[in-house]
């Protein structure tokens, strides 16, 4: 009863938000860049932040190149169960952090909705992240039997997306990390879009984004859409296919969860790009590769 009602609050107050109407055709978006904002360069990671507004919204665009992106994508999160955690205060504990991006959506009193197929009731999952499969250096937490995961995995040479996967399948890559949120958020895979724009009304929700992106086996982009006006993401996946063609995209959490950090070559400190500092439930994070 308590996920019913609390899906059909969850689906009254994104129809309430102002969006083109199920079915009616959206404008193409248009782009156009407004300056470099930072970059980084060494022999394992690079970066490049640039501005632009998108469909009249600001967005950041981060580029990444790794040369393992196995061993240089990193995950840290808050205490399982127990409570949330700032982005800025997961990423202190990523020595060397060059780029550091807010995760996986969770399951809170302020958010309880979980999908109709996950046992229990939402309090059970409360401070821990959505999906089906929950990974975390290595170690499996949650496996929840007979639900598919749809989400990111950490594997040997990068980053993984599984749309509608069997759990044991995904085991069988040996992850070591995961990265999860709605089931409906893998944007694009093979290049090509998957989101379900007619029957998801959240796909043409405005809102502020952290999208990431893979272009091949070493490079990533990021998007996130800031809160001037917000986007939807009919609009992101279009100008991500537009202008990267990347293999695939997942929309990972947003809104007030969305965080960029960059550290800039030769200092310590990581500076804050955007990011409203609500507490969240982990970040991923892209470091140099540590030499012999």
């Not at 580029?63 to 955690?85: C, D, F, N, S």
């Not at 504990?93 to 809170?108: F, L, R, T």
């Not at 990021?222 to 202008?243: A, I, K, M, N, R």
């Amino acid at each position: 009863m308590k996920k019913t009602f609390s899906a059909l609050l969850a689906l009254l107050l994104l129809l309430s938000a102002a969006a083109p109407a199920l079915g009616e055709e959206e404008p193409p978006y248009v782009y156009e860049k407004l300056e470099d904002k930072s970059s980084y360069d060494s022999e394992t990671l690079t970066y490049a932040i640039e501005t632009g507004m998108l469909s009249g919204t600001k967005v950041y665009i981060t580029r990444i190149w790794m040369a393992e992106p196995g061993r240089q994508i990193v995950k840290k999160t808050a205490q399982y169960h127990q409570h949330l955690a700032t982005a800025e205060g997961l990423a202190k504990k990523v020595p060397g952090a060059a780029i550091v991006v807010n995760g996986s959506g969770y399951v809170s009193g302020a958010y309880p909705w979980i999908p109709e197929n996950y046992p229990g009731e939402s309090k059970d999952y409360y401070y821990t992240p959505l999906g089906s499969l929950v990974i975390t250096d290595g170690e499996v937490i949650r496996n929840l039997e007979g639900v598919p995961y749809y989400g990111l995995t950490l594997e040997e040479d990068g980053l993984h997306l599984y749309v509608d996967a069997d759990n044991e399948e995904v085991l069988s890559r040996n992850p070591t990390q995961t990265w999860s949120f709605y089931v409906e958020c893998p944007l694009i895979r093979d290049g090509e879009s998957i989101l379900d724009r007619e029957n998801w009304p959240f796909a043409k929700h405005k809102a502020i984004r952290t999208i990431i992106a893979k272009l091949d086996e070493h490079s990533y982009v990021l998007l996130t859409v800031t809160s001037v006006h917000g986007l939807p993401l009919t609009v992101c996946t279009d100008f991500l296919l537009g202008e990267f063609q990347p293999e695939w995209a997942y929309n990972l959490d947003g809104g007030p969860s969305s965080a960029l950090f960059r550290r800039k070559k030769g200092s310590k400190k990581l500076a804050l790009i955007y990011g409203a500092g609500q507490k969240i439930v982990d970040i991923m994070a892209f470091v140099e590769l540590k030499q012999p």
